[in-house]
């Protein structure tokens, strides 16, 4: 069965400094994978899919089939980065998404 | 509507009393999905909808919850003789189909008492 794995519950930077959060998961085929982002007080709600290879309010994601990673990066965080960060996976078999614990990033100023 | 929504946000439960939670996705998402998610975890999948065909309920953890959606809209999560590990956000999303991005609700908190 899949797995993804975020191994730290907290992240705390200072403003103006780069973030990364980790992400690795465990599947044998070929996932999608995505990250999704919860701001205090309101819904979780996409970031970004690796499809798309595309940059979000400042954010990439690469997918390391090799590492079986796919870490969120912005080169210099802002206070209103500060969120809950889920990464998930989707396999090409169903619909459902498969979800890591989370990380809290905390940007202070 | 514009969003998923769910109802009710709060709920709190004696053990043992049956509770039922209700989601309204977005107006012709053919897609419903719901996640039960614990204090300090990421969101777990319970059930799968397409149209009103539930068509993966593998996450369901026991038999005691059981999930519906009849006419292909709205949908209900039942959960019968509540337990103290059902307290959790309940979580409803919904896709058009083809779709990738879910739209999530705000959820439901459930608290058994």
């Known amino acids: 069965a899949q797995r993804v794995t975020q191994p730290e519950k907290l992240l705390s930077v200072f403003k103006g400094a780069p973030v990364e959060l980790k992400c690795n998961y465990s599947y044998s085929g070929s996932p999608e994978l995505f990250w999704y982002v919860q701001y205090s007080r309101q819904r979780l709600q996409l970031l970004l899919r690796?499809?798309s290879r595309e940059s979000i309010k400042g954010f990439t994601a690469d997918l390391n089939k090799g590492e079986t990673s796919f870490h969120l990066k912005k080169p210099f965080a802002q206070e209103e980065d500060s969120a809950m960060y889920y990464c998930?996976?989707?396999?090409?078999?169903?619909?459902?998404?498969?979800f890591g614990g989370g990380t809290r990033l905390m940007v202070k100023p | 509507g514009a969003g998923v929504s769910q109802s009710p946000r709060y709920k709190v439960a004696k053990r043992g009393q049956d509770v039922a939670l209700r989601c309204d996705p977005i107006?012709?998402?053919?897609?419903l999905f719901w996640y039960q998610q614990a204090l300090g975890q990421g969101p777990e999948f319970l059930t799968y909808?397409?149209?009103?065909?539930?068509?993966?309920k593998s996450g369901l953890p026991s038999d005691r919850f059981f999930a519906e959606r009849p006419e292909g809209s709205v949908s209900t999560l039942k959960i019968q003789r509540t337990q103290q590990e059902d307290s959790a956000v309940y979580l409803c999303?919904?896709?058009?189909?083809?779709?990738?991005?879910?739209?999530f609700g705000s959820g439901t908190r459930l608290t058994v008492v």
């Open positions: 998930a996976l989707r396999t090409n078999a169903g619909n459902m998404l498969t």
């Open positions: 909808f397409q149209n009103e065909a539930q068509l993966d």
């Open positions: 107006s012709g998402h053919v897609s």
């Open positions: 690796h499809i």
């Open positions: 999303a919904s896709s058009a189909r083809g779709g990738y991005g879910y739209t």
